[in-house]
């Protein structure tokens, strides 16, 4: 059974760029969750999106956007970016029901200079 | 004060050591408790989850939770240099299964010496 996959992998950006990374989660999972990881900070909730609606949201700037396609992939879009927003993105899949499990992807290590 | 707090180490360790992880949480309502590991530039892995208070055990693992004390832990028995990892404590509050949403401690790093 494939895990969940991100893309890319690595990424580069200048400030005030864009940049839309990508999460297909595991095949019958509905769930798919976006979190930061900082040295600094941990891993942060940014939000989360169920059968294609977003159901739950952290405390991050509009600036980050997210959305889920009718096969559960996701995005997650960051605009005007910061050099703060340095950061691995992850993305975590879960069946979204009762079980709570989520289980991650490698991560998209982005780099904002 | 943080939701969660861990123990961010580092902790050395010999193999073949014990070693326990902990964490605090304050939100009373926590009912789902996971532990997860994560190797130098790779995404967290499940390791185990808990539901409320008990203990459950998964070959060298043992995760316990105590409600009361709002304390979790995390045993890993005849500990080996591949768990040289960073171990993450995660908790989630799931009003009527709403919402996914995980609270995580910072993270501990671990080095278990050969």
């Known amino acids: 059974k494939a895990g969940v996959t991100q893309t890319p992998r690595y990424l580069i950006k200048t400030r005030g760029q864009q940049v839309t990374l990508s999460c297909s989660p595991i095949?019958?999972?509905?769930?798919v969750s976006w979190y930061q990881q900082t040295p600094g900070q941990g891993l942060q909730f940014l939000f989360e999106?169920?059968?294609?609606?977003?159901?739950n949201k952290g405390n991050f700037p509009g600036r980050f956007s997210g959305r889920q396609f009718s096969n559960s992939r996701s995005e997650m879009n960051v605009s005007t970016l910061e050099l703060g927003d340095s950061a691995l993105y992850l993305c975590?899949?879960?069946?979204?029901?009762?079980?709570?499990?989520?289980?991650f992807g490698q991560g998209t290590r982005l780099t904002v200079v | 004060q943080k939701e969660v707090e861990q123990d961010p180490g580092p902790l050395s360790v010999p193999e073949g050591a014990i070693v326990s992880l902990n964490c605090t949480y304050s939100?009373?309502?926590?009912?789902?408790f996971m532990w997860y590991r994560q190797y130098s530039r790779k995404g967290p892995e499940l390791l185990m989850y808990?539901?409320?208070?008990g203990n459950k055990e998964d070959g060298r693992f043992t995760a316990q939770v105590d409600k009361s004390s709002k304390y979790i832990s995390l045993f890993i028995r005849d500990s080996q240099p591949s768990d040289s990892a960073t171990y993450l404590c995660?908790?989630?509050?799931?009003?009527?299964?709403?919402?996914?949403?995980?609270?995580f401690g910072t993270g501990t790093l671990l080095a278990v010496q050969p």
């Open positions: 975590a899949s879960s069946l979204g029901g009762q079980a709570p499990e989520a289980f």
């Open positions: 095949s019958g999972h509905r769930s």
């Open positions: 999106y169920f059968s294609e609606t977003q159901r």
């Open positions: 939100n009373s309502a926590f009912q789902y």
């Open positions: 808990t539901y409320s208070s």
């Open positions: 995660a908790m989630s509050a799931r009003y009527g299964g709403a919402t996914n949403k995980l609270i």
